[in-house]
């Protein structure tokens, strides 16, 4: 299999993106969940205060991964991704992944500028208010073609 698509979601945008990529490329896409309550107001300032600390959470993959390739859809909290992005980082090759962060105004490429640092991607793509989402989805799905 060439690629499976894992996603963590809180609010269901990440999960919307996910499933219209598996629509367009034929890829399974599997949900990550943790072990944090993240909902209401209480869950949101946890989600702020996990992200600015680097705290990592128990993850499982609601499925089996069989593929060596992953693209992997995550919501930024706080200019960072989500503690379970990081602890799929943790656990899976950095080099066989491709990264794709959803957001509202953070521009992806400011964050990817810190990720650099720290991990070796395979690839990047980004989504926030700005991008058009079905050609973005569009444009993801080619550039899965080509890495
Ligand atoms: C705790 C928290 C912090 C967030 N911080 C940012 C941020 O720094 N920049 C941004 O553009 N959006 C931020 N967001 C908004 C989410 O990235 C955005 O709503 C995303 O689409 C949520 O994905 P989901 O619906 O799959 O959970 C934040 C959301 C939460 C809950």
Request: with cysteine; hydrophobic share 40%.
């Amino acid at each position: 299999m060439d690629w499976m698509i894992v996603y963590f979601t809180r609010t269901g945008n990440c999960e919307r993106i996910a499933k219209k990529l598996a629509e367009t490329t034929g890829y399974p896409a599997l949900r990550m969940i943790d072990d944090v309550n993240w909902s209401g107001f209480f869950g949101f300032m946890k989600a702020g205060f996990y992200a600015l600390t680097g705290k990592r959470t128990k993850i499982k993959v609601e499925g089996k991964l069989e593929s060596d390739r992953i693209v992997l859809i995550t919501p930024i909290w706080a200019g960072s991704i989500t503690p379970a992005a990081k602890s799929f980082l943790d656990h899976f090759d950095p080099s066989k992944v491709l990264l794709v962060t959803v957001s509202e105004v953070t521009k992806p490429q400011d964050v990817y500028r810190s990720l650099k640092r720290k991990y070796n991607l395979l690839g990047v793509h980004g989504f926030n208010r700005q991008v058009d989402e079905d050609k973005s989805i569009k444009e993801l799905a080619e550039k899965l073609q080509r890495v």
